[in-house]
């Protein structure tokens, strides 16, 4: 099993509509979770990081689910400019290290 | 606009070559790493420095020479590359310690080899 796997989609969604992403990790010790959002050719930037109880920006919201060992993402509202590839990121592995699972493609279609 | 600055952004070379990658940043993160990532996959670690110190090596070849001078820079070293090799090469800093691990990446060098 992959230290963090993920759906690879793509996921291809009308503006406007709601999508979700899971991300499942294989270390129960994992204490750090992160979303980030990757463009074509470009570098990852930092969508979210997640926390236990859950947190919300914007149109987007994360969740931990600790017993079953899965992060989400949702999006509501979709805008053409999410379209992206999607980065679950888990510290999975001792010290500063960070796993990343083989990402999500959303598009968002007019 | 990423706080991480990487040069060059993009680079062609022959495998013959000696070359180097350059990234800097100043917000006074005291960990510095290097990531290879080819298209449609996730970057893969090659190297992390905790305090100018290098702490992790994934295994990469030695045509690849890390090296930080200070805390605030960090090079590559490129020497006899393979095709194979061609990537986008990404920088990342990050705070120390639990929870602060965040990564913030620059924009990467787009490396071809001939």
């Known amino acids: 099993r992959k230290e963090v796997e993920q759906d690879p989609g793509p996921f291809n969604v009308p503006e406007g509509a709601t999508v979700a992403f899971n991300c499942t990790y294989s270390?129960?010790?994992?204490?750090?979770f992160f979303w980030y959002r990757q463009d074509c050719r470009k570098e990852p930037k930092l969508l979210m990081s997640?926390?236990?109880s859950g947190n919300e920006d914007g149109r987007f919201t994360a969740q931990l689910n600790r017993a079953s060992q899965y992060i989400s993402l949702l999006i509501r509202d979709s805008k053409l400019s999410d379209s992206a590839t999607y980065l679950c990121?888990?510290?999975?592995?001792?010290?500063?290290?960070?796993?990343f699972g083989g990402g999500t493609r959303l598009m968002v279609k007019p | 606009d990423t706080e991480v600055t990487q040069t060059p952004k993009h680079l062609v070379m022959g495998m013959t070559n000696k070359k180097s990658l350059k990234c800097e940043q100043h917000?006074?993160?005291?960990?510095m790493y290097w990531y290879k990532q080819k298209a449609k996959k996730p970057p893969e670690l090659m190297f992390v420095?905790?305090?100018?110190?290098?702490?992790i090596n994934e295994s990469v070849p030695s045509r690849f020479s890390p090296e930080c001078p200070n805390s605030s820079l960090l090079n590559l070293h490129l020497h006899a590359l393979q095709p194979e090799d061609s990537a986008l090469y990404l920088c990342?800093?990050?705070?120390?310690?639990?929870?602060?691990?965040?990564?913030?990446f620059g924009s990467g060098t787009q490396l071809s080899v001939l």
């Open positions: 917000m006074g993160h005291r960990a």
């Open positions: 990342a800093s990050s705070q120390l310690g639990q929870g602060d691990e965040k990564l913030f």
């Open positions: 270390n129960s010790a994992s204490q750090s």
């Open positions: 990121v888990v510290n999975s592995r001792a010290g500063n290290m960070l796993t």
């Open positions: 420095y905790s305090y100018e110190k290098l702490s």
């Open positions: 997640v926390y236990s």
